[in-house]
């Protein structure tokens, strides 16, 4: 199965240019604890960080710098990992294990943002694979049951 078939395409994004309030409102707005930092370019929207709640609390808050001093590219983690729609949500969940990242923004073949695929995506696709796995598992024993009666 590919990343694209089961990652969420309403990413929560926030341009470059945008303060750190901005993004903090984005996330309380839309109950996400990351923003996508995008850039528009000509071909399209394309991502180039991202800002997570605990970046702003330990980069920011801890550190008691004023929210309005910095920038959303002080803050954000900008070697960001990527997956193509195409790719193997297998592949995907290794990158993200070496890699030590929950979430990963979706691209496609230009580059630009067409989704994110996260850990909760991950669970949510295993959770769903096992309870068919026990359905068919309990298909099969009510048929061997029928046989015996």
Known sequence: MTVG???????????????IEEAVNLMRRHHVGDVVVTHR???G???VGILTDRDI????LAEEVSLSAVGIKDVMSS????????????????RM????????P????????VGIFTLDDAIDMICELLGDVVGTM????????????
């Open 5 to 19: 078939k089961v990652c969420n395409r309403q990413v929560t994004v926030v341009d470059l240019d945008e303060s």
């Open 41 to 43: 370019e000509p071909d």
């Open 45 to 47: 929207i394309k991502p």
């Open 57 to 60: 609390v330990i980069e920011v």
């Open 79 to 94: 070697e960001l990992l990527t997956s193509t729609e195409s790719d193997s949500i297998f592949d995907t969940i290794k």
């Open 97 to 104: 294990r070496t890699k030590g990242v929950r979430r990963m």
């Open 106 to 113: 979706v691209v496609d073949s230009k580059g630009c943002l």
């Open 138 to 149: 309990k298909s099969g024993f009510n048929r061997e049951r029928r046989k015996l009666d």
